[in-house]
């Protein structure tokens, strides 16, 4: 993606929420709030959603806590969503030291909990990705309001107990979700909604550990 770019939503809507709903985030309904914020902060927050793995190696944690540093940041059209899921928690777990409203910077950490495993948020914004990008978004949206508790069923346990558990876990659902954005690419093909489902079973998962983590 180059700056130039039209912004490029992750999962549809119903998705976001269900995924929370299913991870059991009390306020599930603002998880779609971060692609509504890039219509009117455009580049400082589409930033936050995506990475442009040009590069083709593994995601570390290292990666991942390299790129906390670049939240929001308006020039870094590579991206930076595996940062910005440990700084919007960072925002959060700061805000509530102090005693303040600490909600939405935990509602930004649960959407782009969601976008990493949506398989061409990992991957270079080819020719293909552009063009299977919003029916690959929306593959599983209709009707998953429904289907919350089949993704209950399919989580699976995580624990994070502090930042390097995070960037691990990050690291390892991002290299999940790259190879199937790369075998998508090479088979030139959309994801199945068996695939999508795997996938956000990885970030519910993912956001019950968060969700545990912060004592929430």
Not at 95 to 103: F, R
Not at 113 to 128: A, C, K, Q, W
Not at 163 to 191: F, P, V, Y
Request: overall charge negative.
């Amino acid at each position: 993606m180059s700056s130039a770019a039209a912004p490029v939503f992750a999962w549809h809507d119903h998705t976001h929420l269900a995924i929370s709903q299913a991870a059991g985030y009390e306020n599930w309904h603002n998880s779609a709030a971060a692609d509504i914020t890039k219509t009117k902060a455009g580049e400082i927050e589409q930033y936050n959603h995506y990475f442009n793995n040009d590069a083709g190696v593994a995601v570390t944690a290292a990666m991942v806590l390299g790129q906390v540093k670049r939240y929001n940041d308006p020039k870094d059209s590579e991206g930076h969503l595996y940062g910005a899921i440990i700084a919007a928690l960072r925002d959060y777990i700061e805000m509530k030291q102090l005693n303040k409203y600490a909600e939405y910077p935990l509602a930004f950490c649960a959407h782009y909990i969601g976008d990493l495993s949506m398989p061409l948020h990992n991957v270079p914004y080819t020719d293909f990705n552009k063009e299977r990008h919003s029916q690959n978004d929306g593959i599983i949206d209709f009707g998953i309001m429904n289907k919350v508790g089949y993704i209950q069923k399919n989580m699976y346990w995580i624990v994070i107990e502090n930042e390097s558990d995070l960037a691990r876990e990050i690291a390892r659902i991002a290299n999940i979700s790259r190879q199937l954005g790369l075998k998508l690419e090479k088979e030139n093909r959309d994801m199945t909604s068996d695939e999508a489902y795997v996938q956000i079973f990885h970030s519910a998962s993912l956001l019950k550990a968060v969700l545990q983590y912060v004592n929430k």
